[in-house]
Every structure is written in structure tokens, then in C-alpha cells.
């Protein structure tokens, strides 16, 4: 069969950078199974993406869809005839959906049992019809976190769209999307190259764009922003070197089409600044990249990153510098006013700052979490509660700083530098900063003791104070960042091996709540809890721990997350080992048994147990549940998954040699009493029934 390659191309206005990464993943995504489903087969796929476009280039993709049989199921075969043989109102209604005749269909043997069934043959159609009835759809259902109505309103984009280009071959595609009808035309660089630039193919996409000023390749693009900011600071014959900021070189990359870096300076009556606050300025409010010495210092310098090369780059460098000052001027203000008066002094004014209007004021919260975080210290760390007590005190203070006013991501940092300034000390100034951590997927964790119980605190009591008046995070929202933030915890719990349950935790900070609760408490709790083992099982899976281990320790141990990522890595490493297919079907057959004739809780009568075989088994239980907890106190789960793995010979020697259904009631209970206590020692690693053996 024939192919031909595609391209794709939507232009827009300058689209916010943090919206392209998931735009992308999409695109390509959805191409890819859209293009599957239709039977449609490509060489490759590449997706583009710039400030002002986004593009789809594919290769080698059949011209025609090949004609498709499918087989389709209808009613049951009992439903199908009544009983004289003739067909019922279902097969008859069957035959007329799939638009056959009754003589057309079979019967089919599935797994449920005999159905009708009946083979179709569709015609496949031209590629360029399937992508013409694709593509609007899928550029619709981009997930952009904002779409707004433009123009006259008839459609919502996240910006106004200008231009479409959509060519397969040497077809364009009669398709339209917000308005704007496809041709074969993309522009260039808006300033170095504002005229049309005709595309056809996906090969001259990224060379016709770069010759109009437009590198579309996002990587590449990425690529240069580094080499341009590093060639910047070395141009200045110095030992400066400057902070590369992967995030926010990612972010300057999808701002800008011909990225050209240059260097600035500033006064270094500002380096009277906290660093991070110069920084932040820099970086946050224009982009910019901070620079250091030698000695690792800040120095007055920084790089700013442009969108094209001007005839006199000095004019540009003084523009930054003019605008930068401004900031740092702010920033200075901000800092001088705040000095005026101690962290301490402004706790009354948390009570005047609203956290949520159902859960009260920023006080509030600090008072809640604060109860929680000394419970936790009294049992993790008890040398740490002074210094919990003030830290709690003192945390949200910044949040009514000028400088955080100004910088929000700057809170807790700030609290950290303002702390220090006022005498507090360090390990109080430490905690400050550190329970925020960690600030986004993968950040930093706290280091200390004091900081790990505040953050585990705080975060706590706002994901049970949002499940309490039914704020809970959907698919597209989240506001609260509710699901880091019980990451966090879980993330915590695991790096100081935390063996406290978070159901007791979650009831506490109920209780704490009080008549805030808006909801049943017994189903925020439950709702609460099952959160995090969702949470939990999403980073067992990263960890390559497949679904049915992270199931079978989850309903065990899922509230207690390093007993539970434990148990699941030695059970994923137990999976692996020769033999372990039997040990799982040999537990099976255990639960099998107790769940036929009900479990035993009464201790095993051992003088009933006079066979070797049932005698060795309970020997062996004895031992093993002598040596379980040594295992578990060193959360030696390995240790512990193969010693009770030696269990499997005994049961299989007890199902060969002996009866447990025994003619004899007390001897037949004695029996199930003693695999009951078999089935306790083995849920000790896991729920082996959740375990797949396929």
C-alpha cells in the first residue's frame, strides 16, 4: 500500500511556556492512538512546538485505511430462541442493528458461554477523509489548563488561533479549526521574519521555519539557551559562572523562537539582599539568570535571555539593567520594611489572614497543625518538642511579610532569613524553612528532625481539613495541591522510616478540626486514608513494583507507608525467584480453606495434633512467629518474605498426609485453627490471595 507523510501546524498567540509540556505529550499521544484505532500505519511521529505554534509531523502514513473485518457479539444463545426454535425479538433486533440478515448469523463460543455472533466487512477510507475528521477534534481536547472565548465568541482556544497548516502529500486538508481555515502557509520569527513561509512536508518543517528565524525544535532550543547564558558570562573575561537553572531554562526556551543571551549588571549596594531574594526577583519576575563568582558568591551580574539579536546589543543590556534596578529597588523596600518589625510580632496578624472560609484563618491552621506536630515529636523525636513549639509559632509569620507579599515563592525562606535575623535559633530557623519541603515532585526532603515533623504536620492537617468539607481534588483541579502534599508525607514517612499510623493521624486531626468538620468523620477518614494509599501505590509503581504486589500490601499495611514499601520491593524480589508461583498458589489454598469452613481465632489445641505432618507445621509456625518481629523491627522485609517462605514445605507435607475435614469436630477446628494461624504468619509480608500467578 501507498503512504505519504503530514504536517501539521497550529499558530496562535504566545501560548504561557509551563502549558507546552503537557500539550505536547498529548498531541502525540492522541496521533498515535487515533491513527492505531484506524487501522492506520506511520513510519514515525514528531512533535514541534514554539511561543506561537504547535506541530505534528508524520511519516510514511498509509494513504487508505486497509478494509476492516470485525467480529461482533450479540444476545446469549439461551436468549436467541425461544422454544420452538425460532428466533426471539433479540436476535431479530440484533440482525437488523448490524444491518444483516438473520441467516448471516453464528454462533460464537466465549468464555461466558455460547453467544450469536456475526462477521463484518467495512471498507476502509482515504487517510485524508480520517485525519480530516481527527484532527478538530483532538486540537479541541488539547489540555490546556485555561481556555478563553476570543473574537466573537463562537469558540474557546487558550489563545486566538491565526493560521492553520495541514498538508498530507500534496493535498491540503479541507478542515477548519476556531475559525481559521488550513492551507499550506506558517510564519516566521514575528519581528526578523513576519511574512508567509510555505510548508509542505514535515522534513522542510524545522528548515523553512529556521531560515525565517524559528528554531521549532524544543530540545534544540533548550540546547542554545544553555550555551548562549554560559557563553554570556564567559564573554565578561571573569571568573563569573551563572546559575543554570534547568526549570527555568526550559521556561525561557518555550518563551522565545531565536533565543540571543546578553550580560547585565547591577549595582552591588543590592547584594545587601538576602540572595534568594535578588535571585527571585531575577528569575521570577523577568526571567532572568543570576550569576555567581569564584567563590561561589552572588555576584552583581545577570544574564538575560532575548528573542532576537539586535544591530546594538549594549542598548539592549541597559534596558534590562534599567528594568531589573526597579525590581530590585522593590525587592529593597520590601526588605528594609520588614526588618522593622520580629517574625515573633506578627503572629496576630495570621488571625486576620483567612486559609480557607469553611477552615478559618492562617492562626487557625498553625494552632491545629501545631497539636499535631508535638503529638508526632512525642513519639518520633521527644527532644524536639521546644523547638517544634516555636518553630509552629513562627512558620506563616512571612506569609504578612512584604517581601513574601511581593515573592510568594519566597515564603518560608524568608521566614528562615528573618528568624535567623532575629536571634532565633538555627534548628528553629531550620524547621521554618523545612516544612514547606518538598515544594514540588522530587524537591528537596526536610533534613531535620523538627522540619520533618512540622511539614508532615502542616501538610496533614490541610489534606484532612479539605477531605472534611468535601474539597477533594478532581482530574482537572486540585487547587490545594492536595496530592503533593500527601506525597510529601508518605515521602517523608519512608526517608525516617516512620512506623506511625496515618489512620491514627488522620484521626487526630479530625478531632482537631472539630466543628469544622462538614462530612461523616468515618467517611473523611476513610476517604482520607484510601487517598494515600493511591498516593502510596503510585510510587510503589514507579519504583517498578507491579500492581498485584503493591495491592497485596497495600490492604495490609497501607496506612503505615515503610511497612508497606518494605514488604512490596522484597515481595517484587521474591517474585522473581524459582519456585515462587508454587509458594503463592500454596497460600492460596490456605485462604481457600479457611474461607470454606471459616477461621479458627481460638489458639491451637496442640494435644489434638498427633499426625508428624500437622505436628512439623506447627513446630515450624512456632519458630517463625519467635523470629517475625526481630525481622520487622529492623525492617529486614526480605529476611522476613524468605523465612516464611520455608513454611511452603510443611504445608504441603500437612495438605498431602492429612484430612483437615475431619469426621472428629474438635480435631477438624484444631486443623483450621492451625492453617488460620499459618494464613496470619504469611500476611505478615502480604495478602498472597492479591498475588497473580498468571
Known amino acids: ?123 476502509g477510507r482515504p487517510t485524508a477523509e480520517v485525519l480530516t475528521d481527527l484532527l478538530p477534534g483532538i486540537l479541541e481536547s488539547l489540555p490546556f489548563p485555561k481556555a478563553m472565548r476570543w473574537g466573537d465568541g463562537e469558540y474557546q482556544f487558550v489563545r486566538p488561533v491565526h493560521w492553520l497548516l495541514a498538508v498530507y502529500g500534496d493535498e491540503i486538508l479541507p478542515l477548519s479549526f476556531a475559525g481559521i481555515r488550513a492551507g499550506k502557509v506558517s510564519f516566521g520569527h514575528r519581528f526578523l521574519h513576519p511574512g508567509p513561509v510555505v510548508i509542505t512536508t514535515p522534513d522542510e518543517y524545522p528548515l523553512r521555519l529556521a531560515d525565517s528565524h524559528v528554531i521549532a525544535d524544543f530540545d534544540e532550543r533548550r540546547n542554545l539557551v544553555r550555551k548562549e547564558i554560559l557563553e554570556a558570562a564567559a564573554a565578561s573575561n571573569t571568573d563569573l559562572k551563572v546559575i543554570a537553572d534547568e526549570d527555568l531554562i526550559s521556561e525561557v526556551a518555550n518563551l522565545l523562537e531565536e533565543p540571543v543571551a546578553v550580560l547585565g549588571h547591577f549595582d552591588s549596594q543590592f547584594l545587601e539582599l538576602p540572595s534568594t531574594v535578588a535571585s527571585t526577583a531575577m528569575k521570577e519576575h523577568q526571567r532572568y539568570f543570576p550569576v555567581i563568582d569564584g567563590a561561589g558568591r552572588q555576584a552583581p551580574y545577570f544574564v538575560a535571555v532575548n528573542n532576537t539579536r539586535a544591530v546594538d546589543m549594549d542598548v539592549v543590556r541597559r534596558g534590562h539593567e534599567r528594568v531589573l534596578r526597579a525590581r530590585l529597588d522593590d525587592a529593597r523596600f520590601y526588605y528594609q520594611e520588614d526588618r522593622k518589625i520580629k517574625l515573633a510580632d506578627r503572629m496576630e496578624e495570621l488571625k486576620g489572614v483567612v486559609f480557607h472560609h469553611l477552615l478559618g484563618t492562617s492562626w487557625d491552621k498553625v494552632c491545629r497543625f501545631k497539636e499535631l506536630a508535638l503529638s508526632l515529636a512525642a513519639r518520633t523525636n521527644p527532644d524536639c518538642k521546644s523547638i517544634i513549639s516555636r518553630a509552629a509559632d513562627l512558620c506563616k509569620c512571612d506569609l504578612v511579610s512584604g517581601v513574601v507579599g511581593e515573592f510568594p515563592t519566597l515564603q518560608g525562606l524568608m521566614g528562615y532569613e528573618y528568624a535567623l535575623a532575629d536571634g532565633e535559633e538555627p534548628e528553629v530557623a531550620r524547621a521554618i524553612l523545612e516544612h514547606y519541603f518538598p515544594v514540588r515532585a522530587g524537591g528537596e526532603l526536610p533534613s531535620s528532625p523538627s522540619g520533618a515533623i512540622l511539614s508532615v504536620a502542616d501538610k496533614l492537617d490541610t489534606v484532612v481539613g479539605c477531605f472534611s468539607i468535601g474539597l477533594l481534588p478532581t482530574g482537572a483541579a486540585d487547587p490545594f495541591g492536595l496530592r503533593r502534599q500527601a506525597l510529601g508525607i508518605i515521602l517523608i514517612m519512608l526517608q525516617r522510616q516512620w512506623s506511625w499510623s496515618l489512620e491514627e493521624y488522620i484521626e487526630k486531626a479530625l478531632l482537631g478540626l472539630g466543628t469544622l468538620v462538614k462530612n461523616p468523620a468515618k467517611e473523611v477518614r476513610q476517604k482520607t486514608l484510601e487517598f494515600f494509599k493511591v498516593r502510596l501505590k503510585s510510587y510503589l509503581l514507579s519504583l517498578n513494583v507491579s500492581s498485584d504486589s503493591a495491592e497485596a500490601v497495600l490492604g495490609l499495611y497501607g496506612d503505615t507507608p515503610p511497612a508497606a514499601a518494605g514488604r512490596a520491593l522484597a515481595l517484587e524480589n521474591l517474585k522473581k525467584k524459582d519456585g515462587f508461583r508454587d509458594l503463592a498458589q500454596t497460600f492460596k489454598r490456605v485462604v481457600n480453606i479457611i474461607k470454606k469452613f471459616g477461621s479458627r481465632e481460638e489458639s491451637v489445641p496442640m494435644a489434638l495434633l498427633t499426625q508428624p505432618a500437622e505436628m512439623c507445621l506447627h513446630q515450624a509456625a512456632e519458630e517463625i512467629d519467635a523470629e517475625a518481629q526481630e525481622f520487622i523491627e529492623k525492617h529486614d522485609y526480605e529476611g522476613l518474605l524468605n523465612r516464611i517462605a520455608t513454611l511452603k514445605g510443611p504445608v504441603d507435607v500437612f495438605f498431602e498426609q492429612v484430612l483437615v475435614d475431619d469426621s472428629q469436630a474438635d480435631l477438624k477446628n484444631a486443623r483450621i485453627a492451625l492453617l488460620a494461624r499459618i494464613s496470619q504468619i504469611f500476611e505478615l509480608a502480604a495478602d498472597f490471595s492479591r498475588v497473580s500467578t498468571a
Open 1 to 123: 500500500m501507498t503512504a505519504a507523510d503530514f504536517i501539521l501546524e497550529l499558530g496562535v498567540e504566545e501560548i504561557p511556556a509551563s502549558y507546552f509540556a503537557p500539550a505536547m505529550a498529548y498531541l502525540e499521544e492522541r496521533l498515535k492512538k487515533e491513527l492505531s484505532v484506524s487501522g492506520l500505519t506511520f513510519d514515525k511521529i514528531r512533535i514541534w512546538s514554539g511561543p506561537r505554534r504547535l506541530a505534528a509531523g508524520i511519516w510514511q502514513l498509509l494513504t487508505q485505511q486497509p478494509d476492516l473485518e470485525e467480529e461482533v457479539t450479540g444476545p446469549p444463545l439461551s436468549s436467541a430462541f425461544d422454544g420452538n426454535g425460532n428466533h426471539t425479538k433479540a436476535a431479530l433486533g440484533f440482525a437488523k442493528g448490524q444491518s444483516v440478515s438473520v441467516g448471516d448469523l453464528y454462533t460464537l463460543n466465549t468464555p461466558k458461554g455460547p453467544y450469536l455472533a456475526v462477521r463484518k466487512r467495512r471498507e
